[in-house]
């Protein structure tokens, strides 16, 4: 497995949107809408095989007849970076291979992309969100083929947990990203460090 992109949450996808874009110094690029989990998004480019998306509720899009993904129904307060996904091959193998409560496989599209992903029956990913949502990308093309590329780059993904030894070794064999770092924290979170046109920047 491997680092596949970023879920910025956020109150709003206009907000979500400027509040990156004033930190990186960089636009984001349209996304789209997702049906099956009444959300949208803004994309940025990490570079070949590696975005960040700004997510939001779809204010325009009937609700769910479930809970939304990322945990977004008790998403409050302002935007910040809530949660990874992680690429793979053999999506059902790394879902056996996780914590419980990683969730069922869903076949998804938008537009020019299909995936299957697997999304928490409640919506929340296990070790409070620090445990990444897995994907399989259906196909050949990737969303950074399409994406421009503002030169932005992911140097390093910071999770800290209480329980960090458990999540490092629930992911033990199975990521192969040295930009990954899993160290111990008071509580939950995420950090990411950016190389940008404008130099390093950091998203929390």
Same mark, same amino acid.
């Given at each position: 497995m491997q680092i596949d992109h970023l879920a910025i949450s956020a109150p709003s996808l206009a907000e979500g949107a400027a509040a990156v874009e004033a930190v990186l110094g960089l636009a984001l690029a349209a996304g789209g809408e997702h049906a099956t989990m009444g959300t949208h998004? +803004? $994309? $940025?480019?990490?570079g070949r095989g590696c975005y960040l998306e700004v997510i939001a &509720?779809?204010? #325009? !899009?009937? !609700? =769910?007849? *479930? =809970? +939304?993904?990322? %945990?977004? %129904?008790?998403? %409050?307060?302002?935007? *910040?970076?809530?949660?990874? &996904? !992680? +690429?793979? #091959? %053999? $999506? *059902?193998?790394e879902v056996a291979l996780s914590p419980p409560g990683l969730g069922r496989i869903h076949d998804l599209a938008r537009g020019d992309y299909a995936w299957q992903m697997a999304i928490p029956d409640d919506g929340i990913l296990p070790f409070d969100g620090c445990f990444p949502a897995l994907i399989h990308w259906k196909g050949p093309q990737h969303p950074t083929d $399409? /994406?421009?590329d503002p030169g932005c780059r992911l140097r390093r993904l910071i999770v800290a947990h209480p329980q960090a030894k458990a999540l490092a070794a629930a992911l033990q064999g199975r990521i192969a990203d040295a930009r990954l770092i899993i160290e111990p924290g008071r509580e939950p979170a995420l950090r990411?460090? /950016?190389d940008t046109p404008h130099g390093p920047r950091v998203l929390t």
């Open positions: 998004n +803004r $994309l $940025l480019s990490l &509720v779809n204010p #325009d !899009a009937p !609700a =769910p007849a *479930r =809970p +939304r993904w990322f %945990d977004l %129904d008790r998403f %409050d307060g302002i935007t *910040r970076l809530t949660n990874w &996904v !992680a +690429r793979c #091959d %053999d $999506l *059902r193998r $399409l /994406l421009p990411a460090e /950016l």
